[in-house]
């Protein structure tokens, strides 16, 4: 089993604080039951915040609980240092979100719950950014102020966003988004010119299959003519999408040909300091071994995504499978450091 993310950790312990403030007293089964872990964890949780605070160290400094109410299994703040107040928003984080959610809005068209969650999201993000200055974004500091700290409600100005996103140019995430939900809508064949993992673009004709979602990506699954067979295309990778007149095919992939276009795997041998990468990627098994190293399975979009893994991986890795994988990492390794000389050879 996989070790829980540090970076799900660093949120619940950020949340924590603010929780405890609502629910004073409550006790470590209900904190546990409101965060999905347990309460054994919870209490590592405390101990950590315990020990967290301001610079200097001293006791005013740090965050501090009530040790006889944690005694008895309960919870209750005694020196929350400004961290039992919600985070907060800037404006430009509260524009991204809002943004985000109506891409996802687009996607989850199909669902009446999620859209009815989502517009109503939407409504508060805009209506609060209605009411801030849109000046603040025009440069390129960041505004301090929270979205939740408008200004005066009469000097609402008329910020748009749905109309901006409904209004972009051709190439730009919002296109590519229409043009896949209409092609799929219509049944019709899409021209892509795509980048992949490697930063190789290519331009190809496909007949869309279904947009999925990893949680972080959306992907559009779809028959490519040029190498006719079915691949998946990452919509942030795809510069353009043009919708073409002609009707999308029905393909059937051969038996064998699903065996030999499934994607790769690769097992790697880590150090303890590469468990980073465990929580950057999803990951089909990772395992401890009794020195600490890390054997990790993974499964690749194809062999090149993962000979980039190795790569990134750098001095964390020990060892990876199969073995001809890590030779195509070492020589793509040695490509680049020969024409990094060459360009340093050349006279400036």
Do not use: K
């Amino acid at each position: 089993m996989a070790r829980p993310s540090s970076t799900d950790r660093l949120v619940r312990l950020l949340a924590l604080p603010a929780w405890v403030a609502e629910h004073d007293g409550a006790t470590f089964a209900q904190a546990a039951a409101h965060f999905g872990v347990t309460p054994q964890t919870i209490r590592a949780d405390v101990d950590t915040l315990w020990v967290s605070g301001l610079p200097g160290g001293m006791p005013d400094d740090l965050v501090d609980f009530s040790a006889t109410d944690f005694e008895a299994g309960r919870l209750s703040l005694t020196q929350p240092l400004g961290l039992d107040r919600p985070v907060r928003l800037s404006r430009r984080e509260a524009v991204s979100l809002e943004l985000s959610l109506g891409v996802l809005a687009e996607v989850l068209a199909d669902d009446p719950e999620a859209v009815r969650t989502l517009t109503s999201t939407r409504r508060v993000l805009r209506r609060a950014l209605g009411a801030a200055d849109p000046a603040e974004d025009a440069g390129d500091s960041e505004s301090s102020d929270s979205v939740s700290r408008a200004s005066d409600p009469g000097d609402i100005r008329n910020t748009d966003l749905p109309a901006a996103v409904d209004a972009a140019e051709p190439g730009t995430p919002s296109a590519t988004l229409r043009a896949v939900h209409r092609a799929l809508a219509e049944q019709r064949r899409l021209h892509l010119v795509y980048v992949s993992a490697t930063d190789e673009r290519s331009e190809r004709d496909v007949d869309p299959v279904r947009l999925v979602s990893d949680g972080t990506h959306l992907t559009l699954r779809a028959w490519c003519l040029s190498a006719r067979a079915e691949r998946s295309f990452r919509l942030d990778r795809i510069l353009t999408a043009t919708v073409l007149p002609i009707p999308a095919s029905t393909h059937r992939t051969p038996r064998g040909a699903r065996a030999a276009t499934a994607a790769p795997e690769a097992v790697l041998t880590l150090r303890p300091t590469g468990r980073w990468l465990t929580e950057q990627i999803p990951c089909e098994q990772v395992r401890t071994a009794p020195d600490g190293s890390l054997h990790v399975r993974v499964r690749g979009r194809d062999r090149a995504w993962l000979a980039g893994l190795l790569l990134s991986a750098g001095r964390h890795l020990l060892a990876a499978e199969p073995a001809d994988l890590m030779a195509q990492a070492g020589a793509a390794a040695r490509r680049a450091l020969a024409l990094d000389a060459e360009v340093h050879a050349q006279p400036s």
